[in-house]
């Protein structure tokens, strides 16, 4: 057991740490002032992602340091996003640091609903010099601004598509690599269904997993996203796409597939029950930790290219501050001192968080000793998939108000197929005839 | 005299009327302000194309019938309600049914029974929450002991959510495992309430088990059953906490009953107008049944 003064002298070493972070992180001025911020309360809220989660165990830090209080809460994906679009529509001022959401960027920041951060980021008396914006991947600053440059929120991940194989052993004996292309995930999911192991895992965001196989087949979401968004699901080569994608699921997916969230698919691969899954790399990068039986087994690759190229999904998500918020200074201390890169940098190194956001982070040493997982150099794997996506607009149709309709339907018609209620030709067309009623009663002129 | 004494029995009256309607009016008051207005605004909202990306769009009444005119076009909405129909007629018959028969074997004086009573009541007094994640354990086959031991014993069965065939029984079957208990609830207390002599008078004559229910019994729990069964039926289109846990409407539209039509369109599409009209109809569709069980609860206090 530990005395009181030992026990006094690591609370007093943690606390000196802390203080060194905080400094570093450019808020040495603000400690220097005294406590500006001292009895000011936020109310923070992102979906429970990794690094939301991760960052609530710092907080304690935070508000020894700020004065502020800070009440944080990380709901689940779906209830985040319908609590936050009532809040945000209605002007309300409940929160003072949400989360910017990729699939509602057009519509929460078109309306307005979000404060520019560039004012901040000027002032030095608020953001010093070396916190280092442009640190930040320019294609996630890229779809958190306006068209005059104007930036909303600070980016906390990159979510890229990548693909894992948990049981890389059984296919090296059958002489199999990882795929490369559709084809491959044909070959390597039929070879590994048997004995247990289901040959492919995906989970039941088909609106996020199934247009990389769309675009990759030549088809897209809408015409030309995000001038012309006349939906495009009932093309030849949409139909195509769906039926391949369906196929994975049915004939290679575990009982129940069509219910599986990312969580199950993560769980699947480090069971031992699943081989090979497209996912977001943070939902497959678990498969390599200690407690995963397929920890020895795993490799992980780029999205495979379908006939008409290479299309990695692509999602990030950022802070901003609703421009109800009452005391906005104070939002962005919070917002400034969580994306520092101290703070980015003891996500990755002290709790093993593997998706950054900024270069600094994902070229550092740590990050890629941390990620090179089974002799697979999984951040160069990450950071070329971010540079795919920023290189072209294929990801425009994400970003378009009207996507989270679309997107619906794109997960109902993946479901009719897989579940066998309909043919891929059939569904399709049914999702092509309720986007363009839902488009319309949007207001889409098409 | 006579006249004086019929003027001041008036005056009486009179004075007890605006009595009563002067005691009458916060309450009056209170209820408007809490189950009118709301219900008159949401039918104000369905008269437009209310999103709350647009404010403007709240107050255009340029269309007011638009909202409607495309739910009768729109076939997502009209095969929710045959979806709705399939939910409720075998939920209500589930329900009935399961809370007649327990409530009949409940219906003894003894202790064990009584503590009984209570156990069973357990699924109706949890949170709806909690009761669609047992029912999503239960129904997931990586973790469901229900799977586990079919699996073990060489009956694997394939997930019953994901099933177009089955999503919406399995959906059908938790609810009636939630709600049988409130049908058993009335019909018991309705069960208590019999009289024993007409019971004990049909036993000396020699009725069977099955003659006394269905010529005595019976007779006076019907309109128990009847209210109860339509209370489920009200009840049963509103159902959302299950279907939201378990399959969120799907495979496809499978469970995708109007009330969950209605919550994506407002809640993740944001057309806040339409899903508003969609409402109203529901609405309109519950306050009838309101007025049925209204009705048939006078018939059966006037001929009880």
Redesign the interface.
């Known amino acids: 057991m530990s005395s009181p003064a030992s026990r006094d002298r690591r609370r007093m070493l943690k606390q000196a740490a802390a203080l060194g972070a905080y400094a570093l992180s450019g808020n040495a001025p603000l400690r220097a002032a005294g406590k500006p911020f001292e009895g000011v309360e936020l109310n923070v809220s992102c979906w429970s992602a990794p690094f939301p989660k991760l960052l609530q165990g710092y907080l304690p830090e935070f508000e020894q340091l700020t004065g502020i209080k800070v009440h944080y809460d990380t709901p689940g994906f779906l209830i985040y996003n319908?609590r936050v679009?009532?809040e945000?529509?209605?002007r309300g001022s409940s929160y003072d640091v949400l989360n910017i959401t990729f699939i509602y960027v057009d519509?929460w920041l078109?309306?307005g609903w979000f404060a520019p951060l560039n004012d901040f980021l000027k002032d030095e008396s608020a953001t010093p010099k070396d916190w280092n914006v442009d640190d930040f991947l320019p294609a996630t600053r890229k779809i958190m601004s306006d068209k005059e440059g104007h930036l909303y929120g600070i980016p906390w991940t990159c979510d890229c598509l990548m693909a894992a194989a948990g049981r890389y052993d059984l296919m090296e004996k059958m002489g199999l690599a990882m795929p490369r292309t559709f084809d491959e995930i044909d070959k390597v999911a039929a070879a590994t269904n048997k004995d247990g192991i289901a040959g492919f895992v995906g989970d039941?965001r088909h609106g996020w997993n199934f247009p990389p196989y769309l675009q990759g087949f030549g088809g897209n979401v809408f015409r030309g996203a995000p001038n012309d968004l006349m939906p495009t699901l009932d093309t030849r080569e949409a139909i195509a796409a769906a039926d391949f994608f369906s196929h994975l699921l049915r004939d290679y997916g575990?009982?129940?597939?069509?219910?599986y969230s990312y969580d199950?698919v993560t769980?699947?691969l480090k069971q031992g029950?699943g081989n090979y899954a497209t996912e977001g790399h943070i939902f497959l990068m678990p498969a390599a930790d200690p407690d995963s039986k397929e920890a020895k087994t795993v490799r992980y690759s780029a999205f495979p290219r379908g006939p008409a190229g290479n299309f990695p999904g692509f999602a990030t998500h950022a802070w901003g501050i609703p421009v109800g918020a009452k005391n906005k200074r104070a939002s962005w201390e919070f917002i400034k001192w969580a994306m520092s890169k101290q703070m980015m940098m003891r996500a990755v190194t002290e709790k093993g968080y593997s998706s950054p956001s900024r270069r600094s982070v994902i070229e550092s040493a740590e990050f890629k000793k941390r990620l090179l997982l089974n002799d697979n150099d999984v951040a160069d794997i990450y950071l070329k998939t971010i540079e795919v996506a920023g290189g072209s607009d294929y990801m425009a149709y994400r970003i378009v108000?009207v996507f989270?309709?679309v997107d619906?339907l794109i997960?109902?018609?993946i479901?009719?197929i897989?579940?066998?209620?309909?043919s891929a030709a059939d569904?399709m067309r049914q999702a092509q005839s309720?986007a363009i009623?839902?488009l319309k009663?949007?207001?889409i002129r098409l | 005299m006579e006249e004086a004494a019929a003027q001041g029995g008036y005056g009486i009256e009179r004075r007890q009327r605006v009595a009563l309607l002067t005691g009458l009016l916060p309450a009056l008051l209170l209820l408007a302000a809490l189950t009118v207005a709301p219900a008159l605004y949401l039918f104000v909202v369905s008269l437009t194309?209310a999103?709350?990306?647009?404010p403007a769009s709240l107050t255009d009444f340029s269309a007011p019938a638009q909202n409607y005119l495309?739910a009768l076009d729109?076939e997502?909405f009209t095969e929710s309600l045959w979806v709705q129909l399939k939910l409720s007629a075998s939920t209500v018959a589930a329900q009935t049914l399961l809370g007649l028969g327990v409530a009949l074997l409940l219906n003894r004086r003894a202790r064990l029974v009584h503590a009984l009573r209570t156990v069973f009541l357990i699924p109706m007094v949890l949170p709806p929450i909690v009761a669609a994640l047992i029912w999503k354990i239960l129904?997931?086959?990586?973790v469901s002991p229900l799977?586990r031991a079919l699996a073990a014993v060489d009956l694997?069965v394939?997930?019953l959510?994901?099933?177009?065939h089955t999503a919406l029984w399995a959906i059908a079957l938790a609810d009636t495992w939630e709600w049988f208990p409130f049908t058993m609830l009335i019909i018991l207390a309705a069960l208590q309430m019999i009289p024993r002599e007409p019971v004990e008078a049909a036993q000396v004559d020699g009725a069977s088990p099955l003659q006394l229910f269905r010529y005595v019994v019976l007779p006076y729990i019907r309109p128990a059953i009847v209210v109860a069964a339509l209370f489920r039926l009200i009840d049963s289109i509103k159902a959302f906490p299950l279907i939201y846990v378990l399959?969120?409407?799907?495979?496809?539209?499978?469970t995708q009953v109007t009330n969950y039509y209605a919550f994506?369109q407002a809640?993740?599409?944001?057309?806040w107008g339409?899903a508003s009209a969609i409402a109203v109809m529901l609405t309109a569709g519950v306050f009838v049944l309101s007025w049925v069980i209204g009705s048939r609860g006078t018939v059966s206090s006037t001929h009880g």
């Open positions: 319908q679009d009532l945000l529509s209605t519509r078109r309306s039941n575990p009982n129940g597939v069509l219910s199950q769980a699947a029950r108000p989270p309709q619906t997960g109902q018609a479901e009719r897989v579940s066998k209620q309909m569904s309720s009623a839902d009663r949007a207001g | 194309p999103t709350p990306t647009n495309s729109d997502r129904y997931t086959p990586d799977h694997p394939s997930s959510i994901t099933n177009p399959t969120s409407g799907g495979p496809g539209t499978a994506t809640f993740n599409y944001a057309y339409y």
